[in-house]
């Protein structure tokens, strides 16, 4: 972990630890340990519909979704996302899906996932646990997502804190995937792509 940006050495090290745990502690049930377990990482937009399509895939495959916002809530029970608590946040995602995968759990990487220097740090988790990667791209029309965004606010159940006036800030930071992905416009049907993936997944 010595030379990545996210990572630096000393004290810290405990907070992780702890964090790490108390992830662990909240995930509820996990699908049954594989062989041969697959990294599944979504990215996209607030609003495009990640978390929607998340639990659609995980309804064909043995899967545990991590969704980086409700992380967030275990650890930050009101959470301010400064720089630095995102920073915790995403140290403590990145050990516990490497100990989630060396298990031989599958997972879905519920985030954003904007940056390809940033999604580097995956493809390096699952390139160096030889484990199956799929990468899915998850886009929605502007209008589709504006209107959709309102609607959620209103809905308690969610666990994004994102309007539409964070996914205007982030728009800029959409980096192109420079790896074979699966693209997904969630305004439309997204079964073929669904079915694409459980194919892969199983072969
Ligand atoms: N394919 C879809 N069909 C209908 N509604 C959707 C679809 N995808 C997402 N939504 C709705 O749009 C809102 C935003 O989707 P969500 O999955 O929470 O987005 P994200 O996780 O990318 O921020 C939610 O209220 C969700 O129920
Ligand atoms: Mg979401």
Redesign the pocket.
């Known amino acids: 972990m010595g030379g990545n940006i996210l990572y630096s050495r000393g004290v810290e090290n405990t907070q992780l630890v702890s964090d790490v745990q108390r992830l662990i502690e909240n995930l509820g049930q996990l699908p049954e340990p594989v062989a041969e377990p697959v990294f599944i990482v979504?990215s996209?937009?607030?609003?495009?519909?990640?978390?929607?399509?998340?639990?659609?895939l995980a309804e064909r495959l043995p899967v545990i979704i991590l969704?980086s916002?409700a992380l967030r809530k275990t650890l930050f029970s009101s959470p301010g996302y400064s720089s630095q608590e995102s920073l915790r946040l995403f140290r403590a995602c990145h050990l516990l899906i490497e100990r989630l995968l060396k298990k031989g759990v599958s997972l879905i990487f519920?985030a954003?996932n904007l940056s390809e220097r940033y999604r580097e740090y995956l493809y390096s988790i699952a390139e160096r646990l030889d484990v199956k990667l799929v990468l899915v791209r998850?886009e929605?029309p502007p209008g589709?997502?504006y209107?959709?965004?309102k609607?959620?606010q209103e809905?308690s159940?969610?666990?994004?804190d994102?309007d539409w006036k964070v996914y205007q800030r982030m728009k800029p930071s959409v980096q192109k995937i420079r790896r074979n992905y699966y693209a997904v416009d969630?305004?439309?049907d997204?079964t073929p792509v669904i079915d694409k993936i459980v194919r892969q997944v199983s072969r």
């Open positions: 979504v996209g937009l607030p609003g495009t519909g990640k978390s929607y399509f998340c639990s659609q969704e916002d519920d954003t998850v929605a589709v997502v209107e959709r965004l609607a959620r809905n159940e969610t666990k994004s994102a969630t305004s439309r997204t």
